[in-house]
């Protein structure tokens, strides 16, 4: 048991070492992109907030403008302008917010490829180093 465990801490060691990756240090890294993606959903949710407004401005303009221009009458013309830029704004919040949270869903599944592919070339090396010491290794 003495021999196993110190072969199996120079495995360790090696195979830390050749991959250049340690589990301990990718489990922290694990969580924190976790944590990190979480915090980019969060803020994905808050991507187009007060497009509607910001659509109620350029419509009224644009109508006040139509209207003025159409019939002189810039208030009916506003009124319109100011609907018709809500509806859009809305719509172009809505596209912005489905994007972005679908962009940090892609990060999200990104770094867990990375983080797992690393971890699999640990072990890998590790088996290789414990079977060329002529032990069997499951995994």
Known sequence: AK????????????AAGNTGTDPFS????SEQDKQQAE??????????????????VKGAAAGALIG???N???GKG????????MVRGRRKGRQAQKQAEQQ????????QAVTGEALGNFKKAFS????????????
């Open 78 to 85: 506003a009124a319109y302008g100011a609907a018709a830029g």
């Open 3 to 14: 021999q196993q465990s110190m072969d199996e801490a120079e495995c360790y060691n090696w």
């Open 39 to 56: 915090k980019a959903k969060q803020d994905a949710k808050n991507v187009g907030k007060g497009a509607g407004a910001q659509g109620v």
């Open 72 to 74: 002189d009458d810039a």
């Open 68 to 70: 003025e221009i159409a």
């Open 104 to 111: 940090a869903e892609q990060q999200a599944q990104q770094a």
């Open 128 to 139: 290789v180093c414990l079977e060329a010491k002529n032990y069997m290794v499951k995994f």
């Open 26 to 29: 990718l489990a922290k890294q």
